[in-house]
C-alpha cells in the first residue's frame, strides 16, 4: 500500500498573526453578516440569482443553471446587454454626471469621462463598427495601452453583440498575429503607439508587421496618441485598411441601442499562456459573467457610491476587464485608468496617484509590492495616503512580509486587505476575504467566496486535512466560469476537467489550515520534489523574502543526484544590502529557521532583476531551463529580454 503522504504536497511554512475587520469599518461594511457564507452554501443557485436581479434584464430567465458538467449554462433563457448595464442604465439616472472613467496619462494629461459622457463615446464607436460591416458574433481585435478608447472599444462592441478580444499592448507582432488569427478577427483596433517611461512603443509598427499574414482583417482603427509629441515614431497608414479613429467616430451618431443578447452568448476571448505553448482562447459568455464580476466587485471592494476606485492591473489581461471595466462600471463606480509604470517620473508616482484623486481602494499585484519593498519607505512616506481604505492584492500568492509591508507602509495599520485568488478561466473572484466579515492572515486568501464550493485533494482525489497540502479543486459551477476554449473544447474538457472528473481542476498547488482558510501555493508544476518532500516554490520564495535584506525571489527545483532535484533560489535585495557569500549561507540558515532544513537552497544567485512577463509574474520555467543547461524556452512574453541573458551568463560563471 502507497504512502499517502507521496499523493500530497508538504506545507511547511507557518504564519500565525490575525487581523480582525477594524469595528468600524465592520458596521458600516457592505456585506457584514457571516450568515452570507451558509445562505450561499444551502442554495447558491439562490444566492446568484439575487445577485442577477440587481442588473437591468430586457428578458427573466427561464432556469438559473444547466449543469452537464463540465457545459454550463447559467440563466438561460435570459436576455441582457453588458453595456447597457455598465453604462445606458447609469446615463438615464442621477448618476449620468459622476464620474465613471478617470483617466491618468504616462506625461502627465488627463480626463474625465462621466456616465453621460461615456455613453455618447460608446454609441459613437458602436456605430463606426457597424458602418463597417461589424455585427453580433463577429470577432474584434484590440491592441492598444492603457487610454480610455480601449475601454470604449469593448463597450461599443458588447452594445452591437461583437465579440471582443484584448491582446496586450506589449505583445509582439508574432503573438498579436497568432491571436487575431486564431479568432479570426475582422477588425483589429490599436493605436500609432503607447507611453512607456518616457519612451514610445510602436503598436502600429509591430501590427503592421503582424498583419502581413492575418487574411480576416478588413479594417484597422488607430487612435493618434504619440504622434504630436514623438513624430518620428509614426507609423503610415495604409489606404484602403487604416482610419483614423477621429475622423471614424466625427460623423457617427451618438445614438445606439443596445442589441438584446443571450445570456449564454459569447462576450469576449481572451488567451492565456497554455502548456503547449500555443495560447488558449479561453471563451466568456454574456450573463454569468457580469454577474459574477459585479457581485464581487460590490462585496469584496466594500463599493460605496462616492468611491474612488483604482486597479492597477492592465487590461490586457483578465483582472481588468472584470475590475477596471465591467464590474466597477456595472456598480456604477468611479474608476481609475492609469497609462503607465509605477516608477516614472520617479518611484512615487502610483502613491502620487493616490493622493491626486484621493483614491479609496488600492487593487494591485505582489509583484509591485515586493518592488515597492525594494526601493523603500521614504517613497511612499512623502505621501498622506489617508483616503485609502481598503487595500487589494491580485495576480498570484502574496508572502507574508510583503503583506505586512503593504499593511503597515501603505495602509497605515488601518486598511483591511483583501487576498484574491482567481484565474482567467474564473472570470471572477473566487477565494477571498469578505473585509468586513472575516478575519485575515498575512499571505491567505482565506476562504471561497459565497457560492463558491472549493476543496484541496491530493493525487488521486482524495480530500487533504489540515495542514496538509495538494491540489486546488472547485467542486461545483459558478456563473462567470469560462465556457470553452475556442475553437478547441476537447482542449476545454482535457485542460480542466479530466484529472478530476465533475471538479475544475485550477492547476495550483494549496493547503488548508485548522481554521479552514486557504493558502495557494503557486502552479502544481511549481513544486519540487526534493528527498522524497514535494514542497512549493513559493514557501521557499516567502521564507526568503521574509529576511529584511531581499527585495524578492524565484525559487526552482534543479538535477540533484541524491535528493532527486535540489532547490536553486534566484534572489534580488534591497537597494540597502549588498551581496556577499556571507549573506547567502545567513539566507540559507534563514530558510532552514522559517521552514525547516529540508528546504534549505543548494545555491542562491543574487541578480538585478528577475524574467518577467510583461504582466509581472516571475517566469520560472526560464530559470530551470538555465539551471539545467538547456535551450532556453519562448521568451517572447518577457518584459526585458536582456534580463535572461544576463541571468544565463551569470549563473554559468557561478555555478
Known amino acids: 500500500m502507497s504512502d499517502p503522504k507521496e499523493n500530497r504536497l508538504d506545507a511547511l511554512l507557518q504564519e500565525n498573526r490575525l487581523f480582525p475587520p477594524p469595528e468600524?469599518?465592520?458596521?458600516?461594511?457592505?456585506?457584514?453578516?457571516?450568515e452570507i457564507y451558509e445562505r450561499a452554501r444551502k442554495n447558491s443557485e439562490a444566492f446568484w440569482e439575487e445577485e442577477a436581479r440587481k442588473l437591468d434584464w430586457f428578458a427573466t430567465w427561464q432556469k438559473t443553471l444547466e449543469w452537464n458538467a463540465p457545459?454550463?449554462?447559467?440563466?438561460?433563457?435570459?436576455?441582457?446587454?453588458?453595456?447597457?448595464?455598465?453604462?445606458?442604465?447609469?446615463?438615464?439616472?442621477?448618476?449620468?454626471?459622476?464620474?465613471?472613467?478617470?483617466?491618468?496619462?504616462?506625461?502627465?494629461?488627463?480626463?474625465?469621462?462621466?456616465?453621460?459622457?461615456?455613453?455618447?463615446?460608446?454609441?459613437?464607436?458602436?456605430?463606426?463598427?457597424?458602418?463597417?460591416?461589424?455585427?453580433?458574433?463577429?470577432?474584434?481585435?484590440?491592441?492598444?495601452?492603457?487610454?480610455?478608447?480601449?475601454?470604449?472599444?469593448?463597450?461599443?462592441?458588447?452594445?452591437?453583440?461583437?465579440?471582443?478580444?484584448?491582446?496586450?499592448?506589449?505583445?509582439?507582432?508574432?503573438?498579436?498575429?497568432?491571436?487575431?488569427?486564431?479568432?479570426?478577427?475582422k477588425v483589429l483596433v490599436t493605436a500609432d503607439g503607447a507611453w512607456r517611461r518616457g519612451a514610445v512603443v510602436p503598436l502600429k509598427a509591430s501590427a503592421d508587421d503582424a498583419l502581413a499574414h492575418t487574411p480576416t482583417i478588413q479594417h484597422v482603427i488607430v487612435v493618434e496618441r504619440v504622434a504630436k509629441l514623438a513624430p518620428a515614431a509614426a507609423a503610415p497608414m495604409k489606404s484602403g485598411r487604416d482610419i483614423w479613429w477621429h475622423d471614424a467616430v466625427a460623423g457617427a451618431s451618438d445614438v445606439c441601442a443596445a442589441e438584446p443578447m443571450d445570456a449564454e452568448d459569447m462576450l469576449f476571448i481572451l488567451y492565456t499562456s497554455g502548456t503547449t505553448g500555443k495560447p488558449k482562447g479561453v471563451v466568456h459568455t454574456t450573463a454569468g459573467y457580469l454577474v459574477g464580476a459585479s457581485t464581487t466587485h460590490r462585496y469584496i471592494f466594500d463599493i460605496k457610491e462616492n468611491d474612488f476606485y483604482w486597479c492597477t492591473a492592465d487590461i490586457g489581461w483578465i483582472t481588468g476587464h472584470s475590475y477596471i471595466v465591467y464590474g466597477p462600471l456595472a456598480n456604477g463606480c468611479t474608476t481609475l485608468l492609469y497609462e503607465g509604470t509605477p516608477d516614472f517620473p520617479d518611484r512615487g508616482r502610483f502613491w502620487s496617484i493616490v493622493d491626486k484623486y484621493g483614491v479609496n481602494i488600492l487593487y494591485t499585484a505582489p509583484t509591485a509590492i515586493r518592488t515597492f519593498m525594494r526601493w523603500g519607505t521614504e517613497?511612499?512616506?512623502?505621501?498622506?495616503?489617508?483616503?485609502?481604505?481598503?487595500?487589494?492584492?491580485?495576480?498570484?500568492?502574496?508572502?507574508?512580509?510583503?503583506?505586512?509591508?503593504?499593511?503597515?507602509?501603505?495602509?497605515?495599520?488601518?486598511?483591511?486587505?483583501?487576498?484574491?485568488?482567481?484565474?482567467?478561466?474564473?472570470?471572477?473572484?473566487?477565494?477571498?476575504?469578505?473585509?468586513?466579515?472575516?478575519?485575515?492572515?498575512?499571505?491567505?486568501?482565506?476562504?471561497?467566496?459565497?457560492?463558491?464550493?472549493?476543496?484541496?485533494?491530493?493525487?488521486?482525489?482524495?480530500?487533504?486535512?489540515?495542514?496538509?497540502?495538494?491540489?486546488?479543486?472547485?467542486?461545483?459551477?459558478?456563473?462567470?466560469?469560462?465556457?470553452?476554449?475556442?475553437?478547441?473544447?476537447?482542449?476545454?474538457?482535457?485542460?480542466?476537467?479530466?484529472?478530476?472528473?465533475?471538479?475544475?481542476?485550477?492547476?495550483?498547488?494549496?493547503?488548508?489550515?485548522?481554521?479552514?482558510?486557504?493558502?495557494?501555493?503557486?502552479?502544481?508544476?511549481?513544486?519540487?520534489?526534493?528527498?522524497?518532500?514535494?514542497?512549493?516554490?513559493?514557501?521557499?520564495?516567502?521564507?526568503?523574502?521574509?529576511?529584511?535584506?531581499?527585495?524578492?525571489?524565484?525559487?526552482?527545483?534543479?538535477?540533484?543526484?541524491?535528493?532527486?532535484?535540489?532547490?536553486?533560489?534566484?534572489?534580488?535585495?534591497?537597494?540597502?544590502?549588498?551581496?556577499?557569500?556571507?549573506?547567502?549561507?545567513?539566507l540559507r540558515q534563514h530558510v532552514a529557521t522559517k521552514i525547516g532544513a529540508i528546504a534549505k537552497p543548494d545555491d542562491i544567485f543574487f541578480c538585478g532583476e528577475l524574467p518577467k512577463t510583461r504582466s509581472a509574474k516571475i517566469m520560472r520555467r526560464l530559470l530551470r531551463d538555465i539551471a539545467e543547461g538547456r535551450v532556453l524556452g519562448d521568451v517572447t512574453t518577457l518584459a526585458d529580454s536582456g534580463v535572461i541573458a544576463k541571468l544565463k551568463s551569470q549563473y554559468q560563471d557561478e555555478g
Not at 505621501?383 to 509591508?405: C, D, F, H, Q
Request: hydrophobic content about 40%; proline content about 6%; some cysteine.
Open 379 to 586: 517613497w511612499p512616506q512623502k505621501y498622506s495616503l489617508k483616503s485609502l481604505r481598503l487595500l487589494g492584492t491580485v495576480g498570484e500568492p502574496i508572502n507574508p512580509e510583503a503583506w505586512m509591508w503593504y499593511h503597515v507602509n501603505i495602509g497605515k495599520e488601518r486598511c483591511p486587505i483583501v487576498d484574491t485568488w482567481w484565474q482567467t478561466e474564473n472570470g471572477m473572484i473566487l477565494i477571498t476575504p469578505l473585509p468586513g466579515i472575516v478575519a485575515t492572515k498575512p499571505g491567505s486568501a482565506t476562504r471561497p467566496f459565497p457560492g463558491i464550493e472549493a476543496e484541496v485533494v491530493d493525487e488521486k482525489g482524495n480530500k487533504v486535512g489540515p495542514g496538509a497540502g495538494g491540489y486546488l479543486v472547485i467542486t461545483k459551477p459558478w456563473p462567470s466560469m469560462l465556457r470553452t476554449v475556442y475553437g478547441d473544447p476537447e482542449r476545454y474538457v482535457q485542460n480542466y476537467w479530466s484529472r478530476y472528473p465533475g471538479r475544475y481542476f485550477t492547476g495550483d498547488g494549496c493547503k488548508i489550515d485548522e481554521d479552514g482558510y486557504f493558502w495557494l501555493l503557486g502552479r502544481v508544476d511549481d513544486v519540487m520534489n526534493v528527498a522524497g518532500h514535494r514542497i512549493s516554490t513559493f514557501e521557499v520564495e516567502s521564507a526568503l523574502v521574509d529576511h529584511p535584506f531581499v527585495a524578492e525571489a524565484a525559487v526552482i527545483g534543479r538535477s540533484h543526484e541524491v535528493k532527486g532535484q535540489g532547490i536553486s533560489a534566484f534572489v534580488t535585495l534591497k537597494d540597502t544590502a549588498q551581496p556577499s557569500d556571507k549573506l547567502k549561507e545567513e
Open 24 to 34: 468600524e469599518f465592520r458596521k458600516h461594511a457592505v456585506a457584514n453578516d457571516p
Open 71 to 185: 457545459w454550463a449554462k447559467w440563466f438561460v433563457g435570459g436576455k441582457i446587454n453588458i453595456a447597457y448595464n455598465c453604462v445606458d442604465r447609469h446615463a438615464a439616472s442621477p448618476r449620468r454626471n459622476k464620474a465613471a472613467l478617470v483617466w491618468e496619462g504616462e506625461p502627465g494629461d488627463s480626463r474625465i469621462f462621466t456616465f453621460g459622457m461615456l455613453e455618447r463615446e460608446v454609441n459613437k464607436f458602436a456605430n463606426v463598427l457597424k458602418s463597417l460591416g461589424i455585427k453580433k458574433g463577429d470577432r474584434v481585435a484590440i491592441y492598444m495601452g492603457m487610454i480610455p478608447e480601449l475601454p470604449i472599444t469593448m463597450l461599443a462592441c458588447a452594445k452591437i453583440g461583437a465579440v471582443h478580444g484584448v491582446i496586450f499592448g506589449g505583445f509582439s507582432a508574432e503573438a498579436l498575429r497568432e491571436r487575431i488569427n486564431d479568432a479570426q478577427a
